[in-house]
Nanobody
């Protein structure tokens, strides 16, 4: 079994910064990609940023240039540095871990989410 735990959410003023972290633990053979999603009240879940095992990254247009995703492969962790935060960034942020099984196939794991609130 694999556990995924996010941390680092909180309340911040517009223009401020937060750093989210996510750690995966348990029976992990290999991780090929890690993502950050977010979901605001009444909205669909949105892919925010993704990073592959080779370090390739991709961002939603709404966060390009403000958010930076990074990973520590040795610790099975991923981080999301969020700068110049806006009220519309308010959401629950979720970490997703995409793994390769030892004997073939893939499996995805989600964390419980961490709340980010941007408000003055």
């Amino acid at each position: 079994q694999v556990q995924v735990v996010e941390s680092g959410g909180g309340v911040v003023q517009p223009g401020g910064s937060l750093r989210l972290s996510c750690v995966a633990s348990g029976s992990i053979f290999s991780i090929y990609r890690m993502d950050w999603y977010r979901q605001a009240p009444g909205e669909q879940r949105e892919l925010v940023a993704t990073i592959t095992s080779t370090g390739s990254t991709n961002y939603a247009d709404s966060v390009e240039g403000r958010f930076t995703i990074s990973r520590d492969s040795a610790k099975n962790s991923v981080h999301l540095q969020m700068n110049s935060l806006k009220p519309e960034d308010t959401a629950v942020y979720y970490c997703t871990v995409h793994t390769v099984r030892q004997f073939g196939g893939t499996e995805d794991y989600w964390g419980q989410g961490t709340q980010v609130t941007v408000s003055s």
